[in-house]
């Protein structure tokens, strides 16, 4: 049979394609590189609507990243989607606080979920860079903390996903005045949080 | 700020909402424990129409999860969202085959993607249930390995997915003979990919 087994000519070409049926936007350069990778991520042209990336929100993003920081996911998946290469190549690394020990057994003491004990903790460790792709309530809860002065949060990607609390917790978060960049409505995701945070960095580092 | 706290609460909500706004629909119960899902993970209707699952998928896909086996991934997201207390109670493995140093050096020596020699050394270690959620190469070699007489598949999740050969791949596989689940078109993915997995364990096993 012959097919692409090119990984890196499949992924120029979906771009490519992407950008032929996108139809027309206001998305400037550094944006539409966004869009089109969480559309090349879910097959999904929806996502050019729902997407909201505050004015700052790249700018400030890349300045994290540059700096070399831990990211908090609320997920493994999200984790896992995120690539390695590049988070290497900008001396930034990955946690996904809610499959640690110590988060478990706050979790249990305080009678809390262990993804708002994740949010936590990651607060505790003075974590600055926040990717939301299933938890809703983990992302209302860094809200909370925000809210309570707690919190050092500088960026967040808020795409919790679902049909309960998801579209809420979003609408809450961008009442917060920080850079951020959402998914509005139900949809989002781990594989789209995770997207977002590659585009992000692709905008400084090659794909590795 | 008032929300609902507990996963599962969430979980049973959520269902509950996709049926409401699921519409007419011909799917048996087992079958639309697994449509419900895939919406789940997705908050994408359209996946009621692209689910595919042939008349005899079910049976084999259970009686195969019973009996303790090792189902391949192509992709680690894949993997990191299959519930791994469901796989243990089970006595199921998932295995991602592509991140192996033995499958990283046979992809070099060869001069093919490492996704293809993935595929390669599942049917050679005799792995008979495959999940693909992002690589429609690793989906092409499999069928051609089966055409050969060479793989041992017994059943495939089909779910690759993107706008250079997703679509093309999954109409190919559905021409084997085999028990298969698969997302017409371009959408899918490895989230997709694990919630089918885990939609089918559920129906054995509670979550765990």
């Not at 998305?27 to 879910?42: A, D, G, Q």
């Not at 979920?113 to 860094?142: C, D, H, I, Q, W």
């Amino acid at each position: 049979m012959e097919y692409i087994k090119i990984p890196m000519d499949i992924e120029k070409r979906s771009f490519e394609i992407i950008g032929e049926e996108l139809g027309e936007h206001s998305f400037n350069e550094r944006e539409l590189s966004i869009v089109k990778r969480v559309i090349h991520t879910t097959a999904d042209f929806q996502y050019k609507d729902l997407l909201y990336i505050r004015e700052n929100a790249i700018d400030e993003a890349l300045k994290l990243l540059k700096s070399g920081i831990t990211i908090y996911t609320d997920t493994k998946m999200a984790l896992s989607g995120i690539n390695k290469k590049a988070l290497s190549n900008l001396n930034c690394n990955v946690e996904c606080f809610v499959d640690r020990e110590d988060v478990a057994q706050i979790a249990k003491e305080r009678g809390i979920t262990r993804s708002m004990a994740a949010v936590e903790k990651a607060v505790e460790e003075g974590v600055e860079f926040f990717v939301f792709g299933n938890a809703p309530t983990a992302l209302y809860r860094l809200k909370e903390l925000i809210e309570e002065g707690k919190a050092n949060a500088k960026f967040i990607i808020g795409a919790p996903i679902g049909f309960v609390g998801a579209a809420e917790s979003k609408e809450e978060a961008e009442k917060l005045p920080l850079p951020m960049i959402t998914i509005r409505g139900r949809k989002g995701g781990s594989t789209v949080a995770a997207a977002i945070v590659n585009a992000l960095m692709y905008l400084i580092v090659n794909r590795g």
